[in-house]
Protein backbone atom coordinates (compact mmCIF):
# COMPACT_ATOMS: atom_id res chain seq x y z
CA UNK A 1 0.00 0.00 0.00
CA UNK A 2 1.52 3.40 -0.30
CA UNK A 3 2.30 6.01 1.95
CA UNK A 4 2.10 9.72 2.48
CA UNK A 5 3.34 10.80 -0.52
CA UNK A 6 4.19 14.82 -0.52
CA UNK A 7 5.50 16.47 -4.16
CA UNK A 8 7.64 18.10 -5.01
CA UNK A 9 10.24 16.55 -2.91
CA UNK A 10 12.53 19.33 -3.29
CA UNK A 11 12.10 23.20 -4.24
CA UNK A 12 13.82 26.37 -4.17
CA UNK A 13 12.42 29.93 -4.06
CA UNK A 14 13.72 33.46 -3.83
CA UNK A 15 12.31 35.46 -1.06
CA UNK A 16 8.79 37.01 -1.63
CA UNK A 17 7.43 34.35 -4.10
CA UNK A 18 4.52 32.08 -3.97
CA UNK A 19 4.84 27.96 -3.44
CA UNK A 20 2.44 25.63 -3.33
CA UNK A 21 3.01 22.20 -1.76
CA UNK A 22 1.29 18.65 -1.86
CA UNK A 23 -0.06 15.98 0.31
CA UNK A 24 -1.96 12.81 -0.38
CA UNK A 25 -2.94 10.49 2.29
CA UNK A 26 -2.58 7.38 2.88
CA UNK A 27 -5.95 5.84 1.11
CA UNK A 28 -8.83 5.91 3.38
CA UNK A 29 -7.40 8.10 5.48
CA UNK A 30 -9.69 11.24 6.06
CA UNK A 31 -7.24 13.77 8.28
CA UNK A 32 -4.26 16.06 7.40
CA UNK A 33 -1.85 17.72 9.25
CA UNK A 34 0.94 19.78 8.15
CA UNK A 35 4.32 20.24 9.97
CA UNK A 36 7.12 22.98 9.69
CA UNK A 37 10.64 21.13 10.68
CA UNK A 38 13.60 23.77 10.77
CA UNK A 39 17.42 22.02 10.38
CA UNK A 40 18.66 21.08 14.09
CA UNK A 41 14.85 20.84 15.49
CA UNK A 42 11.61 18.61 15.91
CA UNK A 43 8.27 19.54 12.96
CA UNK A 44 6.49 21.99 14.32
CA UNK A 45 2.46 21.88 13.70
CA UNK A 46 1.13 23.94 10.99
CA UNK A 47 -2.64 22.91 10.12
CA UNK A 48 -4.90 20.43 10.44
CA UNK A 49 -7.52 19.05 8.34
CA UNK A 50 -10.79 16.24 8.51
CA UNK A 51 -13.25 16.40 5.85
CA UNK A 52 -11.89 19.38 4.22
CA UNK A 53 -12.64 21.62 7.35
CA UNK A 54 -9.51 22.98 9.18
CA UNK A 55 -9.41 21.30 12.85
CA UNK A 56 -6.30 23.12 14.07
CA UNK A 57 -3.54 25.85 13.21
CA UNK A 58 -0.50 26.24 14.57
CA UNK A 59 1.22 29.34 16.32
CA UNK A 60 2.02 30.50 11.96
CA UNK A 61 1.55 34.29 10.25
CA UNK A 62 -1.55 34.32 7.85
CA UNK A 63 1.00 33.51 5.09
CA UNK A 64 0.42 30.15 5.56
CA UNK A 65 -2.98 28.88 4.28
CA UNK A 66 -3.66 25.28 3.28
CA UNK A 67 -6.94 23.59 1.94
CA UNK A 68 -8.04 19.85 1.69
CA UNK A 69 -10.04 18.37 -0.94
CA UNK A 70 -12.83 15.84 -1.48
CA UNK A 71 -10.33 13.09 -2.25
CA UNK A 72 -8.95 13.78 1.34
CA UNK A 73 -5.62 15.30 -0.37
CA UNK A 74 -4.34 18.78 0.69
CA UNK A 75 -1.97 21.80 -0.04
CA UNK A 76 -0.08 23.80 1.79
CA UNK A 77 0.65 27.11 0.52
CA UNK A 78 2.97 29.93 1.58
CA UNK A 79 2.84 33.42 0.81
CA UNK A 80 5.69 36.18 0.52
CA UNK A 81 8.64 34.14 1.19
CA UNK A 82 11.13 34.67 4.00
CA UNK A 83 14.42 33.65 4.46
CA UNK A 84 13.25 31.88 8.21
CA UNK A 85 11.03 29.76 5.72
CA UNK A 86 13.32 27.03 4.30
CA UNK A 87 12.63 24.19 6.50
CA UNK A 88 10.87 20.64 5.51
CA UNK A 89 7.63 20.75 4.82
CA UNK A 90 5.91 17.67 6.47
CA UNK A 91 2.54 15.93 5.56
CA UNK A 92 0.73 13.46 8.40
CA UNK A 93 -2.18 11.63 8.02
CA UNK A 94 -4.40 9.50 10.33
CA UNK A 95 -7.62 7.29 9.84
CA UNK A 96 -9.89 10.00 12.07
CA UNK A 97 -9.94 13.57 13.83
CA UNK A 98 -8.88 11.91 17.65
CA UNK A 99 -10.08 8.70 19.25
CA UNK A 100 -8.42 4.99 19.32
CA UNK A 101 -4.91 6.96 20.28
CA UNK A 102 -4.56 6.84 15.90
CA UNK A 103 -1.39 7.26 14.88
CA UNK A 104 -0.09 9.81 12.19
CA UNK A 105 1.46 8.46 9.42
CA UNK A 106 4.54 11.11 7.68
CA UNK A 107 5.45 11.39 4.14
CA UNK A 108 9.21 12.32 3.64
CA UNK A 109 8.73 15.75 3.06
CA UNK A 110 9.31 18.53 0.58
CA UNK A 111 12.89 20.30 1.26
CA UNK A 112 11.65 24.06 0.38
CA UNK A 113 14.85 26.15 0.54
CA UNK A 114 14.57 30.14 -0.36
CA UNK A 115 17.11 31.91 -1.86
CA UNK B 1 -0.84 21.42 27.05
CA UNK B 2 1.34 18.32 28.05
CA UNK B 3 4.87 18.57 27.15
CA UNK B 4 7.95 16.12 26.53
CA UNK B 5 11.39 16.34 27.62
CA UNK B 6 13.77 13.81 26.51
CA UNK B 7 17.70 13.38 27.02
CA UNK B 8 19.58 15.33 24.27
CA UNK B 9 21.36 12.18 23.20
CA UNK B 10 22.19 8.76 24.02
CA UNK B 11 24.78 5.63 22.64
CA UNK B 12 23.90 2.56 22.71
CA UNK B 13 26.55 -0.34 22.04
CA UNK B 14 24.94 -2.73 19.01
CA UNK B 15 22.74 -5.90 20.33
CA UNK B 16 22.12 -4.35 23.56
CA UNK B 17 18.66 -2.80 24.99
CA UNK B 18 18.16 0.85 24.17
CA UNK B 19 16.31 2.22 26.83
CA UNK B 20 15.31 6.16 26.01
CA UNK B 21 12.88 7.51 28.64
CA UNK B 22 10.97 10.36 28.46
CA UNK B 23 8.94 12.95 31.06
CA UNK B 24 5.27 13.54 30.15
CA UNK B 25 4.56 15.25 33.75
CA UNK B 26 1.83 17.29 32.65
CA UNK B 27 0.21 14.56 30.43
CA UNK B 28 -3.80 14.33 31.17
CA UNK B 29 -5.75 10.92 31.73
CA UNK B 30 -7.06 10.80 28.52
CA UNK B 31 -4.13 11.39 26.04
CA UNK B 32 -2.10 8.73 24.68
CA UNK B 33 1.82 8.74 24.25
CA UNK B 34 3.13 8.12 20.85
CA UNK B 35 7.17 7.70 19.87
CA UNK B 36 7.99 8.05 16.56
CA UNK B 37 12.13 8.17 15.19
CA UNK B 38 13.86 10.18 12.27
CA UNK B 39 16.08 9.70 10.09
CA UNK B 40 17.89 11.97 8.35
CA UNK B 41 16.39 13.24 5.57
CA UNK B 42 13.38 10.95 6.16
CA UNK B 43 9.77 12.00 7.48
CA UNK B 44 9.38 10.80 11.03
CA UNK B 45 8.44 6.90 11.41
CA UNK B 46 6.00 5.77 13.89
CA UNK B 47 7.40 2.57 16.36
CA UNK B 48 4.02 2.70 19.10
CA UNK B 49 1.83 4.38 20.71
CA UNK B 50 -0.02 3.39 24.68
CA UNK B 51 -2.39 5.10 26.93
CA UNK B 52 -1.86 3.56 30.12
CA UNK B 53 -0.75 -0.82 29.88
CA UNK B 54 3.02 -1.52 28.65
CA UNK B 55 2.88 -2.57 25.02
CA UNK B 56 4.92 -4.21 22.38
CA UNK B 57 5.05 -4.85 18.80
CA UNK B 58 7.95 -6.28 16.63
CA UNK B 59 9.69 -2.92 16.65
CA UNK B 60 9.84 -1.94 20.56
CA UNK B 61 8.31 -2.09 23.80
CA UNK B 62 6.72 0.82 25.63
CA UNK B 63 6.80 1.29 29.25
CA UNK B 64 4.44 4.01 30.83
CA UNK B 65 4.59 4.39 34.61
CA UNK B 66 1.75 3.95 36.85
CA UNK B 67 1.47 7.59 37.31
CA UNK B 68 1.72 8.00 33.58
CA UNK B 69 4.42 10.99 34.29
CA UNK B 70 7.19 9.32 32.40
CA UNK B 71 7.77 6.27 29.80
CA UNK B 72 10.51 4.61 28.45
CA UNK B 73 10.97 2.77 24.94
CA UNK B 74 12.95 -0.23 24.77
CA UNK B 75 14.55 -1.50 21.63
CA UNK B 76 15.42 -4.90 22.42
CA UNK B 77 18.26 -5.78 20.08
CA UNK B 78 19.77 -2.72 18.81
CA UNK B 79 21.66 -2.34 15.41
CA UNK B 80 23.62 -0.28 13.69
CA UNK B 81 20.16 0.93 11.34
CA UNK B 82 18.76 1.90 14.78
CA UNK B 83 20.90 4.80 14.90
CA UNK B 84 18.16 8.22 14.54
CA UNK B 85 16.40 10.95 16.45
CA UNK B 86 13.57 9.52 18.59
CA UNK B 87 10.65 11.59 19.42
CA UNK B 88 8.16 10.98 22.63
CA UNK B 89 5.05 13.29 21.36
CA UNK B 90 1.92 13.54 23.28
CA UNK B 91 -1.07 14.90 21.18
CA UNK B 92 -2.33 18.17 22.40
CA UNK B 93 -5.61 20.20 21.59
CA UNK B 94 -7.16 18.59 18.84
CA UNK B 95 -5.16 16.09 16.26
CA UNK B 96 -2.30 17.94 16.83
CA UNK B 97 1.51 16.61 17.77
CA UNK B 98 3.69 18.38 19.94
CA UNK B 99 7.50 17.04 19.17
CA UNK B 100 10.22 18.53 21.45
CA UNK B 101 13.70 17.82 20.37
CA UNK B 102 13.72 14.58 20.86
CA UNK B 103 16.93 12.13 22.05
CA UNK B 104 19.69 11.65 19.08
CA UNK B 105 20.57 7.91 19.72
CA UNK B 106 23.69 6.92 18.49
CA UNK B 107 24.51 2.51 18.08
CA UNK B 108 28.08 1.89 18.53
CA UNK B 109 29.28 -0.99 16.46
Known amino acids: DAGVTQSPTHLIKTRGQQVTLRCSPI?????VSWYQQVLGQGPQFIFQ???????GRGNFPDRFSARQFPNYSSELNVNALLLGDSALYLC??????????????FGDGTRLSIL | DAKTTQPTSMDCAEGRAANLPCNHS???????VYWYRQIHSQGPQYIIH???NNETNEMASLIITEDRKSSTLILPHATLRDTAVYYC??????????FGTGTSLTVIP
Open chain 1, 92 to 105: ASSLELRGSGQPQH
Open chain 2, 50 to 52: GLK
Open chain 2, 26 to 32: TISGNEY
Open chain 1, 49 to 55: YYEKEER
Open chain 2, 89 to 98: IVRVAGNQFY
Open chain 1, 27 to 31: SGHKS
